[in-house]
């Protein structure tokens, strides 16, 4: 019987391992397509579990076969120097990829599946650069 309890213990263990936070930042790069410079090695858990979320209300609205594209994480220098993208809590996804007619809904519904704990912010709407910027608001 104790012998059966360790093999339930070590199994969890080995489950857990199996299925870190690693493996959770590797299915955002999986799910996405990440544009050329973007960088993410550093980007907090909290991140990829909201990017998780984007992505699946980018799949409600263009299909479950549509990758949204990182334009930014914690990379480009044209931040604001106190931007949450240099404290690996932000994230930029494309959005003029997305039928005109379709944007707003999708930005309501991320809106909507993050929750108050994180900004969304449509930016630069109607020019080559626009993206949804994302990011977490740790609570005071
Ligand atoms: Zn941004």
Known sequence: MQKFILFLLLLCTFVNAEWGQKDV??????????KDGVYTAKLEPVMDTAGLVVVAEYHK?????????????????????????????ALDFRIRDVPFHKRSELVLAIKKALGERFLVLWEDAGTLNEHLHIEFRPSE
């Open 25 to 34: 930042h590797r299915l955002l790069l999986k799910r996405t397509n990440q």
């Open 61 to 89: 609205a263009m299909g479950d076969s549509y990758r949204p594209t990182i334009t930014s994480a914690n990379d480009f220098s044209w931040h604001g120097r106190f931007s949450k993208h240099y404290l690996n809590l």
